[in-house]
């Protein structure tokens, strides 16, 4: 039996506040190709929110993310592959599929620890190749994006909205003005 193709990428490890997002996406058998998919950082915002409803009704798809406080106590890297692990894991249960009928493509050049044991292989770059990373890219993005907009309209003075919690001059002046707010990474923002 063929093995499903799983891409699996994240969103978010560089900002200064909020969750790093994941996304595993696999594409359902004999579905047309989504037209337009490339690495998220490549789109603008406009077609993203295009893109992420037409992945959602067409795909298999499984969201997961690790907060600000998983991220000071574990490092960005292992939130990373437990925001994966998360994704995998709904993707798994919401389709009722098992980890040994998916071959899982990871963006970057580490395999999670969680996937070693299974068919598994690190794609450099592989939001720029591979489809189904492209619209885990693209799913991780927009979701993170939202998160943030909520964010804004919690806590406006930080402009996340704009910058999306990213190290900008104007997040690191309103940090100095306000002080840090719940969703800031301690770790990564010295005092």
């Given at each position: 039996m ?5 891409g699996?990428d994240?969103a978010g490890?560089g900002p200064l506040?909020g969750?790093?997002y ?9 579905s ?10 490549k789109l603008?915002?406009k077609?993203?929110?295009q893109?992420?409803p037409l992945?959602k009704?067409?795909?298999l798809f499984?969201?997961g993310?690790a907060?600000?406080k998983e991220?000071d106590?574990?490092?960005?890297l292992?939130?990373?592959?437990l925001?994966?692990e ?17 071959e899982?493509l990871i963006?970057g050049?580490?395999?999670p620890?969680?996937?070693?044991s299974q068919?598994?292989?690190?794609v450099?770059?592989g939001d720029?190749?591979i ?16 998160f ?13 909205k704009?910058h999306?919690?990213y ?5 690191f002046?309103a940090?100095r ?6 969703i800031?990474r301690h ?5």
């Amino acid at each position: 039996m063929d093995k499903i193709i799983v891409g699996i990428d994240e969103a978010g490890r560089g900002p200064l506040a909020g969750p790093v997002y994941a996304a595993a996406v696999s594409f359902v058998k004999g579905s047309l190709p989504i037209e337009g998919l490339n690495d998220s950082k490549k789109l603008s915002p406009k077609k993203r929110e295009q893109l992420a409803p037409l992945i959602k009704q067409s795909c298999l798809f499984g969201i997961g993310y690790a907060n600000e406080k998983e991220i000071d106590e574990i490092n960005i890297l292992n939130a990373t592959f437990l925001a994966m692990e998360r994704a995998v894991n709904s993707l798994l249960d919401n389709f009722h599929l098992s980890m040994d009928s998916c071959e899982f493509l990871i963006d970057g050049n580490i395999i999670p620890h969680f996937l070693r044991s299974q068919h598994s292989t690190a794609v450099v770059k592989g939001d720029s190749k591979i489809p189904e990373i492209m619209a885990a890219s693209i799913l991780a993005k927009t979701e993170r994006d939202s998160f943030m907009l909520l964010m804004d309209s919690l806590y406006p003075e930080y402009g996340f909205k704009r910058h999306k919690g990213y190290g900008t001059k104007e997040h690191f002046e309103a940090i100095r003005r306000w002080g840090l707010a719940p969703i800031h990474r301690h770790t990564f923002i010295n005092p």
